[in-house]
DNA sequence: GGGCTAATTAGATGCTCATCGATACAAGGA
DNA sequence: TCCTTGTATCGATGAGCATCTAATTAGCCC
């Protein structure tokens, strides 16, 4: 496909940390989004199959990993790549993915308690 | 109600970081059952009332932060209490919850991407 | 160009879930 | 004991989504 990387994405600056104040409507529609996108077991794995590499990530190394037809996995890509949480590009008849470490950061950081990573007085 | 923090819960050891190495079909499988849990922007904004206070919310205090209905309010809640993200308890008439902050803590780390926090060589 | 493989798109289907109104339960006070 | 207020459960409904098969597009090689 023509604009694989380009996609909407969103996950930009996007939030404080839950614990540090209410979240806004806005940040919270669009963090669930993000959210949505991980909250599932097969792109969880995909996730973490294409993060755990140092290189990128070919698909066609990942279909195997999954009892599932290749349009679904493509589809799920297609879901991670919408949430900013991978990129990807076609090089010759592959395409290859790797994620996007800020992302996940993002999220980490969304979740965090302590009050140094909260930035709590 | 008589169970009310006494729920499943799951959310207990589960998982290394995502970018370590590729996680397991059951763990991606429990972990999606959280993350389902925080992925809507209802649940996002009740967690992140609850645990930027200091202490116990009152679910009566809520509400009215919503415009949606007590059923469905309750509903959100009692989904964030089975994935083990909030505990709750009634007293007297009201019912408290707050964050379980280990939970939060959890998710926190599996997103993490940095060597330190995924503990890679 | 023709054919092959990889990947995306389209359309259909069945399941999950967010939401509601109505109802039931819990607990305190008159 | 009865009423009132706060919360939970039930049952129904409509929207969203994970998955499939079939068809289309992209790019390589002979």
Chains 1, 2 share one sequence.
Do not use: N
Not at 17 to 22: T, W
Not at 36 to 44: I, N, T
């Amino acid at each position: 496909m023509s604009k694989q990387t380009p996609l909407p994405v969103i996950a930009e600056e996007c939030c404080a940390p839950l614990a540090r104040e209410p979240i806004s409507k806005d940040d919270a529609a669009e963090l669930a989004r993000i959210l949505k996108a991980v909250a599932d077991p097969v792109r969880l794995r995909l996730l973490s199959l294409i993060a755990a590499r140092d290189e990128e990530t070919c698909v066609c190394d990942l279909l195997p990993e999954f009892d599932l037809s290749q349009p679904t996995i493509s589809h799920h890509l297609k879901t991670l790549r919408e949430a900013g949480l991978i990129g990807s590009e076609r090089r010759g008849t592959w395409v290859y993915s790797w994620v996007i470490p800020q992302a996940l950061d993002r999220l980490s950081a969304l979740f965090a308690t302590s009050k140094e990573d909260t930035g709590v007085r």
